[in-house]
């Protein structure tokens, strides 16, 4: 049951900041998406918040000496308040360029390479991270070492990586299907 770490906006990954099978803790940077797109829409809309402030105020010195003011007054504070929205998903949009773990654990994917420079879409998955308490194992067995295994039967797995020290656990879901792997 591992964190889903995915894409909060659309993008291309600029950086990955930690390793492959690093822990991390919540908070933490991992992924900066490219943000020079949406660094420049923010700019732009910060400049028509002031044109459009410089319009109200207009407007505003405008209404009280005439009436065609007035109605410009309403529209010029619509226009404000839409280019205020405007700004403010602007900032929204860059502040989902950088991308942190939600929880601690280890930092799952292959490798840094394959990810920088790629485009993502939201909600594309990037990485995950893994509660290094929580282990599953994947068993392949060649076809003249099936055996027949049932959900919760015990299991002892001896890694290559430290074969003196096994994993201990319980089959979760046999598969009764031989598929070529």
């Known amino acids: 049951r591992p964190s889903?770490?995915?894409?909060?906006a659309d993008g291309v990954i600029e950086t990955v900041v930690v390793d492959p099978s690093s822990t991390?803790?919540?908070?933490?940077v991992l992924v900066?998406?490219?943000?020079?797109?949406?660094?420049?829409?923010?700019?732009?809309?910060?400049?028509?918040?002031?044109?459009?402030?410089?319009?109200?105020?207009?407007?505003?010195?405008l209404a009280f000496s005439d009436v065609k003011g007035r109605h410009e007054?309403?529209?010029?504070?619509?226009?404000?308040?839409?280019?205020?929205?405007?700004?403010?998903?602007?900032?929204?949009l860059l502040g989902k360029t950088v991308i942190v773990a939600p929880?601690?654990?280890?930092?799952?994917?292959?490798?840094?390479?394959?990810?920088?420079?790629?485009?993502?879409v939201t909600g594309e998955r990037i990485m995950e991270i893994a509660n290094p308490a929580e282990v599953e194992a994947r068993v392949d067995l060649a076809v003249p070492d099936a055996i027949a295994l049932l959900p919760d039967s015990y299991v002892r797995i001896f890694l290559d990586a430290d074969p003196l020290r096994p994993l201990e656990g319980?089959?979760?879901?046999?598969?009764?299907?031989?598929?070529p792997s």
């Open 170 to 179: 319980r089959v979760v879901r046999p598969d009764y299907r031989a598929r």
């Open 32 to 61: 900066r998406l490219s943000d020079t797109t949406l660094r420049n829409r923010m700019d732009v809309a910060q400049q028509e918040v002031i044109v459009a402030e410089a319009r109200a105020r207009q407007a505003t010195i």
């Open 4 to 8: 889903i770490v995915s894409a909060q």
């Open 73 to 92: 007054l309403g529209l010029a504070e619509a226009e404000l308040a839409l280019k205020r929205a405007e700004l403010t998903f602007a900032r929204d």
């Open 24 to 28: 991390v803790a919540p908070g933490a």
């Open 103 to 120: 929880t601690t654990g280890i930092a799952v994917y292959t490798d840094r390479r394959s990810l920088v420079g790629k485009p993502v």
